[in-house]
């Protein structure tokens, strides 16, 4: 049984789209349609949205899941008139805070994803450019500026964990891939042994990793099973020898690696 889920807001509508799936992914037997509505800000994109919704109801034969961060009264007011089951975040929590801190909320659009401090906004781009700078080994001379340098085999996640790690929490985080010619040689890359303390490893199971490689190269020998067996174990064997913590990242999403890297490193959440 398909059911509609909208996610409505007069901003971004990144904080309904975050709360609302949160919620949905603890109904698995369901498949959801999701449908984001950003920048409802006018009585006309209201009324718009609002059609969108009842037709979700009347095509699906059930009430369409609205989540909804509206500041404006009115136009709340007129997405609730929609026949969708409506979850409305801001007055879910909003008036229990005030209630408790004794002072009404701003009731700002836009206030958690939009540029309010400079400075923060600037350290999430510097931080973004960092991480592309040093992917896949690049800009080497810059390691000493890393808060953490994530090495592995190729394709095994090292960077989209990084640009996360910098999109989400300012990290500086750069990466370095062990390749063929490094593995030829006992331990690790001396330009790596120099930043120890900021390595952490990131390895895969080789199944998973041939497959990820397989659809990048084709029946190749960079794809082919026996090579990313070898290329994983002897990662793993360097690793180990070195004391070096690493993580299994074949079950985890991008989101978990960066959150176990973090918490096992201590490295601050900073707020962007």
């Given amino acids: 049984m398909r059911r509609s889920a909208f996610f409505v807001s007069d901003g971004t509508g990144i904080t309904a789209e975050t709360l609302g799936n949160s919620l949905l992914t603890q109904f698995e037997g369901i498949p959801f349609k999701r449908v984001t509505i950003p920048y409802i800000d006018t009585p006309e994109k209201a009324a718009t949205a609002v059609a969108r919704i009842n037709q979700a109801t009347l095509d699906d034969g059930a009430p369409a899941i609205v989540f909804d961060t509206i500041v404006n009264t009115d136009i709340r007011d007129t997405i609730s008139t929609s026949t969708g089951f409506m979850v409305d975040v801001f007055a879910t929590f909003l008036k229990p805070l005030e209630q408790q801190l004794g002072i009404e909320s701003s009731y ?3 206030k958690c994803h939009s540029i309010n401090e400079f400075s923060r906004y600037h350290r999430r781009i ?121 993580i299994n990242t074949t079950t985890f999403s991008i989101e978990e690696i960066a959150t176990r890297i973090m918490d096992n490193v201590g490295l601050d959440r900073r707020q962007l």
Wanted: some cysteine.
């Fill in 108 to 110: 700002s659009v836009g």
């Fill in 126 to 246: 510097e931080s973004v450019n960092f991480a592309l700078d040093n992917d896949d080994g690049g800009r080497q001379q810059q390691y000493d500026k890393a808060d953490i340098i994530l090495i592995g085999v190729s394709r095994c996640g090292k960077t989209p964990t990084c640009l996360y790690m910098a999109l989400q929490f300012g990290v500086h985080a750069a990466n370095y891939p062990l390749t063929m010619e490094d593995l030829a040689n006992p331990g690790l890359p001396d330009v790596l042994m120099k930043h120890r303390e900021k390595l952490y490893g990131l390895t895969i199971d080789p199944f998973q990793l041939a497959a990820i490689r397989h659809e990048r190269r084709a029946n190749s020998q960079y794809s082919s099973l026996s090579q990313c067996e070898y290329e994983v174990r002897e990662v793993e064997k360097r690793l180990k020898q070195e004391g070096i913590t690493f």
